[in-house]
């Protein structure tokens, strides 16, 4: 199936591992250029030699996202560079796992045990990035009457989640935010998603997997057929569709890529 994006710039934030890195694989296999973000220049060049050395168009481009001075700049360099800036995947976020022994979900604290620097920390990232680097690339998408703005959330942001509660109150910010946004700016064409992940595989969740994955995948119905829980592939292969020409009439909406974990409306 051709996804209609073959030669569009897309960039993507938190994109020097994990699923940000997988999105950005997977999104120049269809032909798009790939402006890799992280906060990191080595992981973000990185990533963007490996798909040039698989025949891909990449550019690495270091910018904090909660600096709005910063993401501005990135934007310019990358439509600079290429003309145009069609695709956004707000993917930086926090890793939540910070105990691999810990039998919570989250192995984070409760909101009583929590303050008000951590609070800020997920604020900062996951509302504060979104809106810097959606609102930086708007502009050039509505002149050119095309865009994709794709934010990353979780299902803590859907059904809410113990020793997440920030966690949990930022990524569903971003849901009402996109609502939003997509009631704004569908008349330019652009549409604006989000796409719901719970447990993935990645490297800052291999330790807590290796030590609590039996009892984890017992709440995913998919994860009893498949044996197994979800991987960046699932997470970038939904991103793909939803960049794509085929997607050009979903706007608004969140996509859980969950093996059923949860099932909310």
Not at 1 to 18: C, E, F, P, Q, Y
Not at 86 to 92: C, E, I, T
Request: charge should be negative; glycine fraction near 10%; proline fraction near 2%.
């Amino acid at each position: 199936m051709d996804l209609g994006i073959k030669d569009r710039v897309a960039l993507v934030t938190g994109a020097g591992r994990g699923i940000g890195r997988q999105i950005c694989l997977t999104l120049a296999e269809e032909g798009a250029k790939m402006a890799v973000n992280d906060l990191f220049q080595e992981r973000a060049d990185a990533v963007a030699q490996e798909i040039s050395q698989a025949g891909g168009q990449a550019m690495g481009v270091l910018a904090d996202v909660t600096d709005q001075e910063s993401v501005a700049a990135m934007v310019k360099r990358v439509s600079d560079e290429w003309g145009s800036l069609d695709v956004l995947v707000n993917n930086a976020g926090i890793p939540v796992i910070t105990d691999p022994e810990d039998v919570s979900a989250a192995a984070g604290q409760f909101f009583s045990q929590s303050d008000r620097a951590q609070w800020e920390r997920s604020m900062g990232l996951i509302t504060h990035g979104v809106l810097n680097c959606s609102r930086a690339v708007i502009e050039g998408m509505s002149e050119r009457r095309w865009g994709r703005i794709i934010s990353i959330i979780s299902d803590a942001g859907r059904v809410g989640e113990p020793r997440l509660v920030a966690y949990s109150m930022a990524k569903a910010g971003v849901v009402g935010f996109s609502k939003a946004l997509a009631k704004e700016v569908g008349r330019y064409c652009i549409t604006v998603n989000c796409i719901s992940p719970a447990t993935t595989a990645t490297e800052a969740t291999q330790a807590w997997l290796q030590a609590q994955g039996e009892r984890i995948m017992r709440q995913y119905p998919l994860a009893k057929g498949l044996s197994r829980l979800g991987q960046p592939a699932d997470i970038a292969n939904a991103v793909a569709f939803l960049a794509s020409q085929r997607a050009e009439w979903i706007t608004g909406q969140v996509l859980s890529v969950n093996g059923g974990y949860s099932m909310a409306d």
